[in-house]
């Protein structure tokens, strides 16, 4: 399966951190990479069809002064479509004046929906083909920019009309808040004041986010496999829709099954 990586704050945050944790895991999973950082209502989009083990975008990421406060990132292993940079997460759309990005860790079957002229897939993924229905849906349920309450509303509803599919883990946000869905595995670590040093699951790195932090900062970071050794990750539960804002998570909640 893929690796998914996002981060929520309420200030721009440095990802050098964890993405060099979360880059050695593309060993296994090399299919190639992206991410998709907010900048203002901007979004930054790098993507490469090579292994960010050894991609020069990758090497380049490392050391690039990534600072949002909305981050989504991903390391794929193909299950649909052919390794190709038309395939390789995340995705992105715009829909009523705003940048979305999603990418998706799973694989969905017999999954065809009906898409109209507004959302089609460029690449051959059951991801971005998911990622289109959902733009499409939330277009069709809301004439306007929506509250981060109402669109968690609707995406409660629309989410379970893919699970029966197959696995659905995604990570969704349009730079105002992220959506992460959990189908198997997904764990998040919310940072805090006091903050204290991290050390690296993947890689020999630490870090004192104390040095690098302001008493008022909050960050909430969602990964596919905890990434560090010694924080407080919690494990988000099958069937469960997660929303965070400004660094706090706002909602918690299962999705009913649709079988």
Same mark, same amino acid.
């Given at each position: 399966?893929? %690796?998914?990586?996002?981060?929520?704050?309420?200030?721009?945050?440095?990802?050098?951190?964890?993405?060099?944790?979360?880059?050695?895991?593309?060993?296994?999973?090399?299919?190639?990479?992206?991410?998709?950082?907010?900048?203002? /209502?901007?979004?930054?989009?790098?993507?490469?069809?090579?292994?960010?083990?050894?991609?020069?975008?990758? %090497?380049?990421?490392?050391?690039?002064?990534?600072?949002?406060?909305?981050?989504?990132?991903?390391?794929?292993?193909?299950?649909?479509?052919?390794?190709?940079?038309?395939?390789?997460?995340?995705?992105?759309?715009?829909?009523?004046?705003?940048?979305?990005?999603?990418?998706?860790?799973?694989?969905?079957?017999?999954?065809?929906?009906?898409?109209?002229?507004?959302?089609? /897939?460029?690449?051959?993924?059951?991801?971005?083909?998911?990622?289109?229905?959902?733009?499409?849906?939330?277009?069709?349920?809301?004439?306007?920019?929506?509250?981060?309450?109402?669109?968690?509303?609707?995406?409660?509803?629309?989410?379970?009309?893919?699970?029966?599919?197959?696995?659905?883990?995604?990570?969704?946000?349009?730079?105002?808040?992220?959506?992460?869905?959990?189908?198997?595995?997904?764990?998040?670590?919310?940072?805090?004041?006091?903050?204290?040093?991290?050390?690296?699951?993947?890689?020999?790195?630490?870090?004192?986010?104390?040095?690098?932090?302001?008493?008022?900062?909050?960050?909430?970071?969602?990964?596919?496999?905890?990434?560090?050794?010694?924080?407080?990750? %919690?494990?988000? %539960? /099958?069937?469960?829709?997660?929303?965070?804002?400004?660094?706090?998570?706002?909602?918690?909640?299962?999705? /009913?099954?649709?079988?």
């Amino acid at each position: 399966m893929c %690796q998914l990586l996002g981060l929520n704050a309420n200030t721009p945050t440095d990802l050098v951190f964890s993405f060099t944790g979360f880059a050695q895991r593309a060993v296994e999973h090399k299919d190639g990479f992206g991410i998709g950082f907010f900048e203002g /209502p901007g979004v930054r989009l790098f993507v490469d069809d090579q292994s960010a083990h050894l991609s020069p975008v990758a %090497q380049m990421l490392r050391t690039y002064p990534i600072k949002s406060r909305h981050i989504i990132a991903h390391i794929r292993k193909a299950t649909q479509g052919r390794v190709a940079l038309e395939n390789t997460h995340p995705f992105q759309r715009e829909m009523w004046g705003r940048y979305w990005v999603f990418a998706h860790n799973g694989n969905l079957t017999h999954f065809q929906p009906k898409l109209h002229a507004a959302f089609h /897939p460029v690449g051959g993924t059951d991801s971005e083909r998911a990622f289109c229905w959902l733009m499409q849906e939330l277009a069709k349920n809301h004439a306007s920019l929506p509250t981060v309450e109402a669109l968690t509303e609707t995406l409660a509803e629309l989410v379970p009309r893919i699970t029966p599919h197959g696995t659905f883990n995604f990570l969704l946000s349009n730079g105002e808040a992220l959506w992460a869905h959990c189908s198997t595995k997904l764990h998040y670590v919310l940072r805090r004041h006091p903050f204290t040093a991290a050390e690296l699951r993947d890689d020999d790195v630490q870090i004192d986010f104390a040095r690098h932090t302001t008493p008022q900062d909050r960050v909430a970071v969602i990964v596919t496999e905890p990434l560090t050794r010694n924080e407080a990750w %919690q494990a988000l %539960q /099958p069937g469960e829709l997660a929303v965070f804002k400004e660094g706090e998570r706002l909602m918690r909640g299962r999705l /009913p099954v649709v079988t």
